[in-house]
């Protein structure tokens, strides 16, 4: 297991279409988190699970945004009728809490592009 | 609210010179994680170190090292003898301690020329 595992590296979407994207975690970590990175700032938080708990989504995350990770191992992140103001980098990260946590290891993130 | 404020935006160094990239948070919590990441033109955010709110040690660790000052909720990060391969935008985060739920600063850019 190398890492956190993204896919697709790069969408282009046309505005109004739903994308979803793909996240593997390392395999023995239990927690998994979905960022969110435009231009020029820090990754925004979106949403963590623990196992297949979903246990917090920010408030960026609109109902048009949807996450799972049904079997506590892989997660998808849906994006419904895409706006271009969804255009940014989608990051994956995910960490083992439990006796002892460990920090936060990121995969190399989707760029959507909604045009 | 918790908040991490990264306020230069980008440095420019030659290589071998000394530099500081600085770090300031706010936080209500008296437990809590602080963090360094480091972000490649390849776009993957890669962890440098993580210090808890009880330990305020300086760390060293090859050209890296980190002072963290709890009195001026500052945690700044230092690479020594910087080289080229040290060019990346570099971000500064703070997590709850239960969730590791990390809220990160805008980040610096730091460029090394040869």
């Known amino acids: 297991d190398t890492g956190v595992s993204q896919d697709p590296r790069h969408k282009i979407t046309k505005r109004g279409q739903n994308v979803t994207f793909r996240c593997d975690p390392i395999?023995?970590?239990?927690?998994l988190y979905w960022y969110r990175q435009t231009l020029g700032q820090g990754p925004e938080f979106l949403t963590y699970f623990q196992n297949e708990a979903q246990l917090e989504k920010s408030r960026l995350l609109s109902d048009r945004f949807s996450a799972e990770r049904p079997k506590g191992s892989f997660s998808t992140l849906e994006i419904q009728r895409t706006e271009q103001g969804d255009s940014a980098m989608y990051l994956c990260a995910s960490s083992f809490a439990g006796a002892r946590n460990t920090e936060a290891f990121f995969g190399q993130g989707t760029r959507l592009t909604v045009v | 609210a918790q908040k991490v404020t990264q306020a230069q935006t980008e440095i420019s160094v030659v290589e071998k010179e000394d530099v500081t990239l600085d770090c300031v948070y706010e936080t209500r919590d008296t437990t809590y994680y602080l963090f360094w990441y480091k972000q490649p033109p390849s776009g993957e955010l890669v962890f440098l170190i993580r210090r808890n709110s009880f330990d305020e040690q300086n760390e060293i660790s090859g050209r890296y090292s980190w002072n963290f000052q709890k009195s001026t909720s500052s945690f700044n990060f230092t690479i020594t003898a910087s080289q080229v391969v040290d060019s990346a935008v570099y971000f500064c985060?703070?997590?709850?301690?239960?969730?590791?739920?990390?809220?990160f600063g805008t980040g610096t850019r730091l460029q090394v020329f040869p």
């Open positions: 985060a703070l997590s709850e301690y239960n969730t590791d739920k990390l809220i």
């Open positions: 395999s023995e970590h239990n927690r």
